[in-house]
């Protein structure tokens, strides 16, 4: 019998594919029965990521997960709209990637605002990457140099980058390095392309850990993790959506503005939601241009749309 810890890469149907990262050495498991979710509104009680404790029989065909391990964090999907039901597509996340462009097709900021609300309260760091600027340096460039401004005003670091220059490529394959890496962007923006220009051997659009794995099973699932052959590893994501399952009560959302956050300490009310109270240092760093309008209206916007679930 051998035992040991891995990290769950791909679910494949009623297997699950691990490897003891940081070797990639990838081999199938099955989840013994007794291990049930807690939170019984979780669909899927192993995501990607997920570290697990496993048993490997000498006369058996795959490894048995006995145990999950407690998770960092997790970004989570509701199964629709109407259900209470959600699925988790990635856990112990180091570093999302969120790749905006700003033209074909354009980010808006108040969508993007409410991701990167939604990767606070998912304690994932995130990073901003800006695509494709090989096609409007030139004519953009203040376009680009007020995104900036905004986003790394906020705490975010920005990184601009273009398949066709190379810009900003090596950059992110090396912060990339010894991390598990989520990657996250709208249809269009680019996002294939950085991953292909990252690491050469992958193709999102046809997916990576091959067949050999997997014959003859099923394979339809959404998310896996790839090794980067520049170190570190990847997990491609159609998108992260803004609030998940998580109720996030009113007074709550300024606490994942990283700014707001911030200057709130020094409102004179508490909880303040940073509209009409008086003495309210979120506003006044607004009024002096420390916070921006954008960001700020993203918040409003938010409460706004808070108001209309209750
Ligand atoms: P995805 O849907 O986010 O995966 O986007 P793709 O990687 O498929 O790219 C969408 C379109 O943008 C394709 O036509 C790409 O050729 C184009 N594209 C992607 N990255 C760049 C870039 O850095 N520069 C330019 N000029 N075009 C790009
Ligand atoms: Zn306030």
Redesign the pocket.
Known sequence: MKCGEATVVKNAGSHYLLSELPAWDVFPSVLRGKVRLKASEITNPIAVGDKVKYEWADDGDSAVITEILPRRNYVIRRSTNLSRQAHIIAANVDRAYL?VSLY?PEVKLPFLDRILVTCELYGIPATIVL?????YREPAAEEIAHFKAIYEGAGYKVIE?????GEGIAEIREACRDRVNLFS??????????I?ALDPSLD??IGVISAAHLQGKHTTSLYEMYPLSGGGYLIDSPGIRGFGLVDVEKEEIAKYFPEMLKASADCRFIPCTHTHEPGCAVKAAVDAGLISPERYNSYLGMLEEDKKFR
């Open positions: 790749v074909f695509s494709k600027t090989d096609l980058t273009s398949v066709k220059t962007g709208e249809s269009g923006v680019g996002k294939s392309s950085l292909k999102p659009k």
